[in-house]
Nanobody, 120 residues
Framework: QVQLVESGGGLVQPGGSLSLSCAASGSIFRIIAMGWYRQAPGKQRELVATINSGGGIDYADSVKGRVTISRDNAMNMVYLQMNSLKPEDTAVYYC??????????????WGQGTQVTVSS
C-alpha cells in the first residue's frame, strides 16, 4: 500500500504565503512524478504543478511566478511554496504521485487533501 499525506494548509490573507508538504510512504519501488492539484467548490480538480524524477517541472498558467514546486527524492517528499496568494487560490489542495510499487506495477495515488483558504 502507498499513502500520501499532506500538511501545511490553512488560512492566509491575500498577498500572503503558504507552504504545503506531502510525504509518500509504503510500498514504493520508484516514484516517477509528484505534484499538486486543487479543487475549488463547484469546480473540477485542476493541475497546480508537477515535478518528475528528472526535475522537469510544469506549472498551471494561473500560478506561474507565484508558486514553486520542489521535491526531495531521498525522502519521497514534494513541496509547494505559494506566494502572493489570491482569494481565487482558495481550494482543497491534493498531493498526487505516479508510483511504481513494484517494477511491473504502477498507479496514480492521491492524498486526502488539505484546505487552503485565502481571505481577509
Amino acid at each position: 500500500q502507498v499513502q500520501l499525506v499532506e500538511s501545511g494548509g490553512g488560512l492566509v490573507q491575500p498577498g500572503g504565503s503558504l507552504s504545503l508538504s506531502c510525504a509518500a510512504s509504503g510500498s514504493i519501488f520508484r516514484i516517477i512524478a509528484m505534484g499538486w492539484y486543487r479543487q475549488a467548490p463547484g469546480k473540477q480538480r485542476e493541475l497546480v504543478a508537477t515535478i518528475n524524477s528528472g526535475g522537469g517541472i510544469d506549472y498551471a498558467d494561473s500560478v506561474k511566478g507565484r508558486v514553486t514546486i520542489s521535491r526531495d527524492n531521498a525522502m519521497n517528499m514534494v513541496y509547494l511554496q505559494m506566494n502572493s496568494l489570491k482569494p481565487e487560490d482558495t481550494a482543497v489542495y491534493y498531493c498526487n504521485a505516479y508510483i511504481y510499487a513494484t517494477p511491473l506495477s504502477h498507479n496514480a495515488y492521491w492524498g486526502q487533501g488539505t484546505q487552503v483558504t485565502v481571505s481577509s
